[in-house]
Protein backbone atom coordinates (compact mmCIF):
# COMPACT_ATOMS: atom_id res chain seq x y z
CA UNK A 1 0.00 0.00 0.00
CA UNK A 2 1.14 3.48 -0.88
CA UNK A 3 2.55 5.20 2.17
CA UNK A 4 0.48 8.00 1.48
CA UNK A 5 -2.94 6.43 1.69
CA UNK A 6 -2.14 4.65 5.67
CA UNK A 7 -2.88 7.74 7.03
CA UNK A 8 -6.63 7.45 5.28
CA UNK A 9 -7.15 3.82 5.59
CA UNK A 10 -6.12 4.00 9.49
CA UNK A 11 -8.82 7.17 9.89
CA UNK A 12 -11.55 5.04 7.98
CA UNK A 13 -10.90 1.94 10.16
CA UNK A 14 -11.01 4.00 13.20
CA UNK A 15 -14.36 5.11 12.38
CA UNK A 16 -15.92 1.57 12.27
CA UNK A 17 -17.36 0.51 15.04
CA UNK A 18 -16.25 -2.49 17.15
CA UNK A 19 -18.35 -5.59 18.30
CA UNK A 20 -19.43 -5.77 21.88
CA UNK A 21 -17.10 -7.80 23.75
CA UNK A 22 -17.11 -10.54 26.19
CA UNK A 23 -18.51 -9.24 29.80
CA UNK A 24 -19.59 -6.17 28.23
CA UNK A 25 -23.14 -5.22 29.02
CA UNK A 26 -24.97 -3.40 26.09
CA UNK A 27 -28.77 -2.72 25.06
CA UNK A 28 -30.11 -4.95 22.59
CA UNK A 29 -34.14 -4.79 21.05
CA UNK A 30 -35.91 -7.70 20.44
CA UNK A 31 -36.23 -9.10 17.01
CA UNK A 32 -37.95 -12.52 17.66
CA UNK A 33 -39.52 -14.09 20.38
CA UNK A 34 -39.31 -17.66 19.63
CA UNK A 35 -42.42 -19.79 20.38
CA UNK A 36 -42.81 -23.62 20.03
CA UNK A 37 -44.60 -23.20 16.39
CA UNK A 38 -41.67 -21.09 15.38
CA UNK A 39 -38.90 -24.31 16.58
CA UNK A 40 -41.21 -26.79 14.87
CA UNK A 41 -39.69 -24.84 11.44
CA UNK A 42 -37.12 -26.93 9.63
CA UNK A 43 -34.83 -23.33 9.38
CA UNK A 44 -34.67 -22.95 13.06
CA UNK A 45 -33.53 -26.51 13.93
CA UNK A 46 -29.71 -25.23 14.35
CA UNK A 47 -31.52 -22.35 16.85
CA UNK A 48 -33.21 -25.21 18.74
CA UNK A 49 -29.76 -26.87 19.12
CA UNK A 50 -28.02 -24.29 20.30
CA UNK A 51 -30.87 -23.90 22.98
CA UNK A 52 -31.03 -27.39 24.04
CA UNK A 53 -27.10 -27.35 24.51
CA UNK A 54 -27.41 -24.65 26.73
CA UNK A 55 -29.58 -26.68 29.02
CA UNK A 56 -32.68 -24.81 27.97
CA UNK A 57 -36.27 -26.70 27.55
CA UNK A 58 -39.13 -26.88 25.75
CA UNK A 59 -40.78 -25.33 28.97
CA UNK A 60 -38.47 -22.27 27.92
CA UNK A 61 -39.45 -22.13 24.83
CA UNK A 62 -43.18 -22.08 25.95
CA UNK A 63 -42.52 -19.70 28.70
CA UNK A 64 -41.44 -17.21 25.96
CA UNK A 65 -37.74 -17.28 27.07
CA UNK A 66 -35.84 -17.73 24.20
CA UNK A 67 -35.42 -14.86 21.77
CA UNK A 68 -33.45 -13.41 18.80
CA UNK A 69 -32.18 -9.66 19.87
CA UNK A 70 -30.09 -7.23 17.78
CA UNK A 71 -28.26 -3.64 18.15
CA UNK A 72 -26.79 -0.75 16.01
CA UNK A 73 -22.76 -0.66 15.98
CA UNK A 74 -22.90 1.80 13.11
CA UNK A 75 -24.51 3.21 9.95
CA UNK A 76 -25.80 -0.30 8.11
CA UNK A 77 -24.14 -2.60 10.80
CA UNK A 78 -26.10 -4.56 13.72
CA UNK A 79 -25.01 -7.04 15.94
CA UNK A 80 -27.09 -9.74 16.57
CA UNK A 81 -27.29 -12.68 19.46
CA UNK A 82 -29.56 -15.31 20.55
CA UNK A 83 -30.42 -14.51 24.40
CA UNK A 84 -32.96 -16.10 27.19
CA UNK A 85 -34.84 -14.30 29.73
CA UNK A 86 -34.47 -14.80 33.67
CA UNK A 87 -37.52 -16.86 34.55
CA UNK A 88 -40.54 -15.34 35.01
CA UNK A 89 -39.65 -12.64 32.30
CA UNK A 90 -41.48 -11.44 29.45
CA UNK A 91 -41.01 -9.80 26.73
CA UNK A 92 -42.38 -8.65 23.53
CA UNK A 93 -40.71 -7.89 19.74
CA UNK A 94 -39.18 -3.94 19.54
CA UNK A 95 -38.62 -4.23 23.71
CA UNK A 96 -35.24 -2.78 24.84
CA UNK A 97 -33.04 -4.72 27.41
CA UNK A 98 -30.12 -5.19 28.98
CA UNK A 99 -27.81 -8.41 27.86
CA UNK A 100 -24.41 -9.06 29.09
CA UNK A 101 -22.23 -10.91 26.88
CA UNK A 102 -20.99 -14.02 27.44
CA UNK A 103 -20.61 -15.36 24.07
CA UNK A 104 -19.40 -12.78 21.52
CA UNK A 105 -21.28 -13.73 18.18
CA UNK A 106 -18.68 -14.12 15.68
CA UNK A 107 -18.94 -14.66 11.68
CA UNK A 108 -19.48 -18.49 12.05
CA UNK A 109 -22.02 -18.50 14.58
CA UNK A 110 -24.18 -16.10 17.06
CA UNK A 111 -23.49 -16.07 20.71
CA UNK A 112 -26.20 -17.29 23.19
CA UNK A 113 -26.28 -14.32 25.76
CA UNK A 114 -28.32 -13.97 29.00
CA UNK A 115 -30.53 -10.75 29.42
CA UNK A 116 -30.03 -8.73 32.76
CA UNK A 117 -33.46 -6.88 32.65
CA UNK A 118 -35.46 -4.22 30.73
CA UNK A 119 -34.07 -0.47 30.41
CA UNK A 120 -37.06 1.01 32.28
CA UNK A 121 -35.35 4.56 31.63
CA UNK A 122 -36.26 3.88 28.01
CA UNK A 123 -39.62 3.46 27.49
CA UNK A 124 -39.76 3.54 23.77
CA UNK A 125 -39.39 0.98 20.71
CA UNK A 126 -35.57 -0.33 19.88
CA UNK A 127 -36.01 -0.60 16.68
CA UNK A 128 -38.73 1.57 13.68
CA UNK A 129 -38.87 3.05 10.24
CA UNK A 130 -36.32 6.23 9.88
CA UNK A 131 -38.08 7.08 6.71
CA UNK A 132 -41.18 7.70 5.41
CA UNK A 133 -43.11 8.10 1.97
CA UNK A 134 -43.75 10.88 0.00
CA UNK A 135 -46.24 10.58 -2.10
CA UNK A 136 -46.66 13.87 -4.03
CA UNK A 137 -42.92 14.02 -4.48
CA UNK A 138 -43.10 15.08 -7.94
CA UNK A 139 -46.00 17.71 -7.21
CA UNK A 140 -44.24 19.01 -4.53
CA UNK A 141 -40.91 19.70 -6.74
CA UNK A 142 -38.83 17.77 -3.86
CA UNK A 143 -35.63 15.63 -4.70
CA UNK A 144 -36.04 12.54 -3.17
CA UNK A 145 -39.45 10.73 -2.29
CA UNK A 146 -38.67 9.81 1.35
CA UNK A 147 -37.82 11.93 4.40
CA UNK A 148 -36.83 10.99 7.43
CA UNK A 149 -38.95 10.14 10.58
CA UNK A 150 -37.76 13.06 13.46
CA UNK A 151 -36.75 11.30 16.68
CA UNK A 152 -38.38 12.80 20.04
CA UNK A 153 -35.73 14.86 21.58
CA UNK A 154 -35.32 11.95 24.70
CA UNK A 155 -34.72 9.56 21.61
CA UNK A 156 -31.49 11.43 19.83
CA UNK A 157 -28.27 9.90 19.99
CA UNK A 158 -29.59 6.57 21.08
CA UNK A 159 -29.86 5.05 17.56
CA UNK A 160 -28.47 4.20 14.94
CA UNK A 161 -29.52 4.30 11.17
CA UNK A 162 -29.46 0.63 9.73
CA UNK A 163 -30.45 -0.22 6.04
CA UNK A 164 -33.53 2.19 6.42
CA UNK A 165 -34.82 1.71 10.36
CA UNK A 166 -33.48 2.70 13.82
CA UNK A 167 -31.96 0.56 15.37
CA UNK A 168 -31.04 1.12 19.50
CA UNK A 169 -27.19 1.46 19.60
CA UNK A 170 -25.28 -1.70 21.72
CA UNK A 171 -23.72 1.15 23.51
CA UNK A 172 -25.43 4.12 25.59
CA UNK A 173 -23.10 6.94 25.77
CA UNK A 174 -25.37 8.46 28.39
Avoid at 82 to 103: I, S
Avoid at 117 to 126: A, D, I, K, N, Q
Wanted: aromatic fraction near 10%; charged fraction near 20%; hydrophobic fraction near 40%.
Amino acid sequence: MPRHLFPIVLLALAGCASQPRTAETIWVTVVQVYTRKDMQQSFNRPVLDRFSQAGHTAADIAAGRMLRVACGLGTDYTWGSYAFLPAGMQAHKDEVLRLRVEEPTTDDRMGLNPVLGRVEEFPFPGSMHAYRYIPDWKERKLFLNFARIPLAPQQEGRYAITHGAYIIKCRQAR
